[in-house]
Structures are given as C-alpha cells and as structure tokens.
Nanobody, 123 residues
Framework: QVHVVESGGGFVQAGGSLRLSCIAS????????MGWFRQAPGKEREFVAA???????YYKDSVKGQATISRDNAENAVYLQMNSLKPADTAVYYC?????????????????WGQGTQVTVSS
C-alpha cells in the first residue's frame, strides 16, 4: 500500500524560506515521477514543480528561481525548497506520485496524494 506524507510547512515571514519534505512508502521514488502542488484558500489546486524518475525537473513559470525540487534516494524522499516566500505563496502544499511519468503539471496524471502541509507566509 502506498502512503505519501508531507511535512515541513509552517509560519514564515515574507522573504523567508522553507523546505518541504515528502516521504513515500510502498514504492521507490526513483522509479516514478513526483510532483508538488499547492492550493491557496478559495482557489483551485495548482502545479508547482515535478521531478521525473531520471531527475529531470519542471517548474511552474512563476516559481522558477524561487523553488527547487530534489530527491534523496537513500531517504526515499522528495523535497521542495521554497525561497523568498511571499504572502501569495500561502497554501496547502501537496506531494503526489505520477506512476506513468506523463502527469507533469496535470494533476489528473498523479495517482497517490498526501494530506498536505500548510505554509503560511506573513507580510
């Protein structure tokens, strides 16, 4: 059974940084694409970043230079480093597993999702 658990969210002042973690059990993250999405209050969930099984990365245009997605094979984990945070980055951040490697920014391509971790950025 696959479980995905996010952590690392919290309260941070504008300009600060956070590193979000995603631990997957029941599968090996190096065999699949993994993605990060976020949902702000009153808005639809949106794509943030993804990493393929080969390590190729892909970002939402508005977070390029601000976000870095990475993977730790030994920990079977995926991370999202977010710098220069703004109040507009406030959202619940979700990690997801793409079994086919075709999802990228399309959340319908992801099969397993975590419960999310809240990020709140104060001005």
């Amino acid at each position: 059974q696959v479980h995905v658990v996010e952590s690392g969210g919290g309260f941070v002042q504008a300009g600060g940084s956070l590193r979000l973690s995603c631990i997957a059990s029941g599968l090996t993250v190096t065999n699949y694409a993994m993605g990060w999405f976020r949902q702000a209050p009153g808005k639809e969930r949106e794509f943030v970043a993804a990493i393929s099984w080969s390590g190729r990365t892909y970002y939402k245009d508005s977070v390029k230079g601000q976000a870095t997605i990475s993977r730790d094979n030994a920990e079977n984990a995926v991370y999202l480093q977010m710098n220069s945070l703004k109040p507009a980055d406030t959202a619940v951040y979700y990690c997801a597993v793409d079994l086919t490697g075709t999802g990228w920014e399309n959340e319908r391509g992801y099969s397993y999702w975590g419960q999310g971790t809240q990020v709140t950025v104060s001005s």
